[in-house]
T-cell receptor
Framework: GENVEQHPSTLSVQEGDSAVIKCTYS??????FPWYKQELGKRPQLIID?????GEKKDQRIAVTLNKTAKHFSLHITETQPEDSAVYFC??????????FGTGTSLTVIP | DAMVIQNPRYQVTQFGKPVTLSCSQT?????MYWYQQKSSQAPKLLFH???????NEADTPDNFQSRRPNTSFCFLDIRSPGLGDAAMYLC?????????????FGSGTQLSVL
């Protein structure tokens, strides 16, 4: 199956600073890349996604970039706020069939 | 208006005692997944059904089995739970293709093994 690697595993930033989380994938056939935010004891929530025919997508303070050639994609959070503190997972999927998750990044935003 | 429903929210079982977790969906999605998530780890795909076709991950232990009697329901059976099977079990659904790839998660069942 697909192998998704995610870095860093932990990230601390000051409130208002930016946070960047990076993922790489192994299966060149993967074409859908969602990002999930998970708070303690809760289900993962989709925050943004990108398809392989798009290089960048932005939604307010959150953006995702994709480099298909290098097989990596990144999550960018600008103007971070304490409520952004959570664990973030990237994932890769082929045609929305089978989703493989990265190892997660625990983000702490320091007020 | 919960769309992917898992019951129970918390399940306690004894070592070696079979346990079944259930999942239902109101989305009419083709694919249903079971993920295992241990503390501070990523969700790990155990298996999934694409309609009635069962797809097992190569590293899923034989102790885990699944049933999907119809489109709406899917069950995870753990035949002989061990202490290492204590985890959050997440059910999810999706409809591949046609731009409908989004994965919808249930609230999960937290399994404890005593």
């Amino acid at each position: 199956g697909e192998n998704v690697e995610q870095h860093p595993s932990t990230l601390s930033v000051q409130e208002g600073d930016s946070a960047v989380i990076k993922c790489t994938y192994s299966d060149s056939a993967s074409n859908y890349f969602p990002w999930y935010k998970q708070e303690l004891g809760k289900r993962p929530q989709l925050i943004i996604d990108i398809r392989s025919n798009v290089g960048e997508k932005k939604d307010q303070r959150i953006a995702v970039t994709l480099n298909k050639t290098a097989k990596h994609f990144s999550l960018h959070i600008t103007e971070t706020q304490p409520e952004d503190s959570a664990v973030y997972f990237c994932a890769a999927s082929r045609q929305g069939n089978q989703f493989y998750f990265g190892t997660g990044t625990s983000l702490t935003v320091i007020p | 208006d919960a769309m992917v429903i898992q019951n129970p929210r918390y399940q306690v079982t004894q070592f070696g005692k079979p346990v079944t977790l259930s999942c239902s969906q109101t989305l009419n999605h083709n694919v249903m997944y079971w993920y295992q998530q241990k503390s501070s780890q990523a969700p790990k795909l155990l298996f999934h059904y694409y309609d009635k076709d069962f797809n097992n991950e190569a590293d899923t232990p034989d102790n885990f089995q699944s049933r999907r009697p119809n489109t709406s329901f899917c069950f995870l059976d753990i035949r002989s739970p061990g202490l290492g099977d204590a985890a959050m079990y997440l059910c999810a659904t999706s409809t591949p293709g046609q731009g409908g790839e989004k994965l919808f998660f249930g609230s999960g069942t937290q399994l404890s093994v005593l």
